[in-house]
């Protein structure tokens, strides 16, 4: 379980522009939920996000995980147990190197690094199976860099590079903003199909209503560093897209927008 206890978050402190965007947030996520998270910008979607991840540190409270404070643990080890995929294509792959050397690459994560090859010739075999899952041809062209690839094809790897090594959280940051309809549509299947056979916590920040409602077993809907929705099993899967519009509906109202 992943829980967030008591956090509270400024930017800016002490300053003319302090925005207290956290004050005593509470939020835990089970083991194997697949959270959608919903909200306008600026509600703290993507800073929640950060926070798990150790991007940004919090000014009070505890980050937990299955009990074990890690509050203060940098953010380069929080990622041995966490797959993260930006919206960014760019920001999941390294663009001048090879999709081989990239899959390399993703399959030493948290490994020591020596004076052998960076890449094992015994492993190439594994990373052409595991290619093959996105159906886009990518097994048969190894040796290509990845900056030649579009952003969708990209994304996909991405998403496979994060879960190649064993992981228990895996987080979305609106990974199919910049992708075409089509493209994302396939995205989004390769996502819950992944996160489906490997069992994986994960936690969904998306701008794409019907993605919310379609996908995962809790959708939670945020505003102002605070959840006003929160629907999981049977509640969330009545939820409709209307039911969603009509809050940020009304939040706008009450802001005088």
């Known amino acids: 379980m992943l829980e967030l206890r008591n956090i509270s978050k400024y930017y800016n402190p002490g300053t003319v522009n302090e925005m207290c965007l956290f004050d005593h947030f509470n939020f835990s996520v089970g083991d194997q939920e697949f959270v959608s998270v919903v909200g306008s910008n600026g509600s703290g979607k993507t800073s929640m996000l950060n926070i798990i991840c150790g991007s940004i540190p919090v000014d009070n409270g505890t980050i937990a995980i299955n009990g074990t404070d890690i509050t203060g643990m940098p953010e380069f080890k929080r990622l041995k147990r966490i797959g993260r995929v930006y919206q960014n294509p760019a920001m999941g792959t390294c663009p001048n190197m090879t999709i081989l050397e990239n899959m390399s690459l993703a399959d030493n994560k948290g ?31 190894l040796q290509i860099p990845v900056g030649s690839l579009s952003g969708g094809q990209r994304q996909a790897m991405a998403m496979l590079m994060s879960t190649m090594t064993p992981i ?31 069992h994986l916590t994960t936690i969904m920040v998306t701008h794409n209503l019907r993605y ?10 945020m505003h102002r560093g605070e959840i006003v929705i929160d629907r999981a099993g049977d509640a969330k899967k009545s939820l409709k897209i209307e039911n969603i519009l009509d809050k940020f509906n009304e939040i706008s109202i009450e802001c005088g927008n």
Request: without cysteine; hydrophobic residues 40%; positive net charge.
């Open 111 to 141: 490994k020591s690094f020596n004076l052998k090859w960076g890449t094992d010739k015994n492993r190439i075999d594994f990373y052409r199976d595991r290619l093959k899952i996105l159906n886009l041809g990518l097994e048969d062209k």
């Open 168 to 198: 228990e959280f895996l987080i979305l940051d609106e990974h199919t903003a910049a992708l075409d309809p089509k493209t994302a549509d396939l995205i989004m299947e390769l996502t819950d199909k992944i996160v489906r056979e490997k």
């Open 212 to 221: 919310a409602v379609k996908y995962g077993s809790r959708l939670i809907m």
